[in-house]
């Protein structure tokens, strides 16, 4: 087989500012060892996160154009609309800012004390919006997902056992939904399977829980389960995502991952009664429900890029990018999170760093590393973004300590990642140097962003 090529010509250009490891030494100590806290001119290669990173398509500039800023009833809403409806099934369809918006609205509504949200894994801004209305969010993911460097096909799965066992204690009255995150962000960019998802819809039906999917990267998990699914291989990714869709009640999305914008994000759902709730506070928070916190013209940037990543030469060239830097690293005996997930690689940072214990935050550490050594912005998925404190102050660490290399949409080329692997390669070779981390100042809530650390002495 030749060469899977990227799938697209390079129309406009940015340039990036290099800078010296000495020069880097001192701008990590001056962000208090925080890639958020970085300037971009800052870092060489960007892979804090795929999301509202993406190149835009020369379509999706020209749709910029056409876009309408009616504040009601812009045809640059009903071209949105249309598309989400024709891809999803889904008749309801309301716009936010961004996914975090959609999970603000849908988990002030359906939250609260007392209240409990099951899932495979949610991603760090959903738990926090489940935890800030008071409700409680539970991780039921498959017993190989927790196994980082063990290879299954499906490792985003729900352990479905664990999900009856806490329906039945919790009592479904107090569930108001299940949420399918696809793929699995924080579980590593892991792939959910149909039979999975099918088994949850029935589980859900039984126990009248309304089931819904975090569709952030719905494209790439609908490509892994052509792939990797017997029954699918002959289907097209769009027909995959309708048979996805049909066993939602609703999903929550941000468009800034699988429909290549820089901005935005939707609700879709069945139900009238509760999009008339979210429409309200929509309103008071976003704003009208034909633009919700958008431009006529992101909503045009959506409508087109939600198409196009349907494309699958584009799906092909993105899910063999991310194996291919995967296998890079396997090949030099790095531990990383294997198979490759869909958007991101995640190196595995207790057995990479050893001697660093958790409460000294090894993700953490190699993230450093990773920055002095080539420039490179990668972000901690373990204990820095997930730990929690026992009465006594002790961290309750998370249940892996990953690092994770998220690759933007259309923007890196195969020498910018051959760069990568070479740096990495080079960090692990001198792993037993890296010092472990402490937190001199940290925010109550989601600390990762803000949290100011330095090395432990
Ligand atoms: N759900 C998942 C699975 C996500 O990965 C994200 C964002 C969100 C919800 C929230 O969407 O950022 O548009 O508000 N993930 C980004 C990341 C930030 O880097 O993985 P948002």
């Known amino acids: ?107 002030s509504i359906l939250g609260g004390k007392g209240k409990y949200f099951l899932s495979n894994t949610l991603f760090d801004t959903t738990r926090a919006n489940i935890e800030f209305s008071g409700a409680e969010g539970i991780d039921c993911l498959c017993e190989e997902g927790k196994l980082p460097t063990v290879a299954a096909p499906f490792k985003g799965n729900l ?27 924080s579980g590593g960019g892991q792939p959910v399977s149909m039979k999975n998802i099918r088994a949850v819809r029935q589980i859900c039906t039984e126990h009248n829980i309304p089931l819904f ?3 952030c990267r719905f494209a790439e998990n609908c490509y892994f389960i052509k792939l990797r699914e017997a029954g699918y291989e002959n289907k097209t990714v769009r027909e995959i995502a309708a048979e996805l869709f049909s066993y939602a009640d ?48 992101d909503l045009e940037a959506i409508a087109i ?30 531990p990383v999170m ?22 000294q935050y090894p993700g953490q550490a190699f993230v450093g590393a990773l920055y002095i050594e080539g420039g490179i912005r990668s972000v901690e998925i373990g204990s820095l973004m997930f730990g929690k404190y026992d009465d006594n102050h002790n961290l309750i660490p998370a249940q892996l300590e990953l690092v994770r290399l998220a690759i933007p949409r259309r923007v890196y080329t195969q020498s910018h990642i051959d760069y990568v692997a070479e740096v990495i390669i080079d960090v692990f070779e001198r792993r037993n140097g890296i010092k472990g ?14 949290a100011k650390l330095k090395p432990v002495e």
């Open 1 to 107: 087989m030749k060469t899977i090529i990227e799938p697209f010509r390079i129309k406009s250009v940015e340039p990036i500012y290099f800078n010296t490891k000495e020069e880097r030494e001192v701008i990590l100590e001056k962000a208090f060892y925080n890639p958020f806290l970085i300037h971009s001119n800052d870092v060489l290669i960007d892979l804090l996160t795929d999301s509202g990173t993406s190149a835009m398509s020369s379509n999706q500039w020209a749709g910029i154009m056409q876009g309408d800023e009616s504040y009601a009833g812009s045809p640059s809403f009903f071209r949105f609309e249309k598309a989400i409806q024709d891809i999803t099934g889904l008749p309801i369809v309301i716009p936010t800012h961004q996914g975090r918006a959609s999970e603000k609205i849908l988990f």
């Open 159 to 185: 352990d479905i056992e664990l999900l009856k066992k806490h329906i039945l204690e919790i009592g479904a009255g107090n569930i108001p939904l299940v949420l399918i995150t696809v793929t699995n962000n």
């Open 213 to 215: 999917i975090d569709a």
């Open 250 to 297: 609703g999903c929550t999305m941000s468009a800034k991952k699988d429909a290549f914008a820089n901005i935005g994000g939707f609700l879709a759902m069945r139900s009238e009664e509760l999009a008339l709730n979210c429409r309200n506070l929509l309103v008071i928070t976003e704003g009208f429900p034909t633009y919700g916190g958008l431009a006529g013209r």
């Open 305 to 334: 890029g939600i198409n196009e990543v349907l494309d699958e030469h584009y799906l092909q060239y993105r899910i063999r990018s991310i194996e291919y830097l995967t296998n890079k690293l396997i090949a030099a005996g790095v």
């Open 338 to 359: 294997q198979p490759a997930g869909g958007h991101a690689v995640y190196i595995d940072a207790k057995q990479f760093l050893p001697h660093i214990p958790v409460n």
């Open 437 to 450: 981390m402490q937190i001199i100042e940290e925010s109550p809530m989601l600390r990762h962003f803000t």
